[in-house]
């Protein structure tokens, strides 16, 4: 069994650029979530997905979007990147049970915009 | 609005020692409560959860008290090592909801 793998480890933008991250989630898992974690903050929910739909969405504007595949993988795209879009970006899988979802986290994409 | 406040902020212990890190959450609908524990360049890994159903979980070092009456509740690390400092993150959520973190505390176990 695999664990959640994000790609790519770290990157680089400067202000206007658009970005996109990828997560593959675990083996077995259907709903993919997002968080941004600021450096010395706790992760701040995205979004979630579930089985290709949106299905929740935290504070965030617009210009952050996002796809799952029907392999459950999914992909995290940032338009119009702003300086305070830099962060570690993490990608949390779960199999959503009635009740019950625990997450398991991929190590995280470095984003830094210049 | 910050639903999960935890303290202190960094914690440093003696190798052996017991470190506490306390959380406070205001929503009395929240009926998961984990903790997380991240190493630099990692992603957050669960350590250990609890349900409002029981006041204290134990696995291994690890305890998590639970105070429902006064909405906090606790992680001790039970002779705390070296290999033991890292970030951890209290976080709360009801139903299928997205996990609301607290900002983490940075524990360092000094020999």
């Known amino acids: 069994e695999t664990g959640v793998t994000q790609s790519p480890t770290h990157l680089i933008k400067t202000r206007g650029q658009q970005v996109t991250l990828r997560c593959s989630s675990q083996?077995?898992?259907?709903?993919v979530s997002w968080y941004q974690q600021a450096l010395g903050q706790g992760p701040q929910f995205i979004f979630q997905?579930?089985?290709?739909?949106?299905?929740g969405r935290g504070n965030f504007p617009p210009r952050f979007s996002g796809l799952q595949f029907p392999n459950y993988s999914s992909e995290l795209n940032v338009n119009a990147l702003e300086l305070d879009d830099s962060a570690l970006y993490l990608c949390?899988?779960?199999?959503?049970?009635?009740?019950?979802?625990?997450?398991?986290f991929g190590p995280g994409t470095r984003l830094t915009v210049l | 609005q910050q639903q999960v406040k935890q303290s202190p902020q960094s914690l440093i212990v003696q190798k052996g020692g017991i470190s506490i890190i306390n959380c406070a959450y205001e929503?009395?609908?929240?009926?998961?409560f984990p903790w997380y524990q991240q190493f630099p360049g990692k992603g957050p890994a669960l350590l250990i959860a609890?349900?409002?159903?029981?006041s204290e979980k134990k696995e291994g070092r690890f305890t998590i008290s639970f105070n429902k009456s006064a909405k906090q509740f606790s992680l001790h690390i039970m002779d705390s090592q070296p290999g033991d400092s890292a970030t951890y993150f209290c976080?709360?959520?009801?139903?299928?909801?997205?996990?609301?973190f607290g900002k983490g505390t940075r524990l360092s176990v000094i020999a």
């Open positions: 929503n009395t609908a929240f009926d998961y």
């Open positions: 976080a709360a959520r009801w139903g299928n909801t997205p996990l609301v």
């Open positions: 997905y579930y089985r290709e739909e949106e299905n």
């Open positions: 949390a899988s779960s199999l959503a049970l009635a009740g019950y979802n625990e997450q398991f």
């Open positions: 609890i349900r409002p159903d029981v």
């Open positions: 083996s077995g898992h259907n709903t």
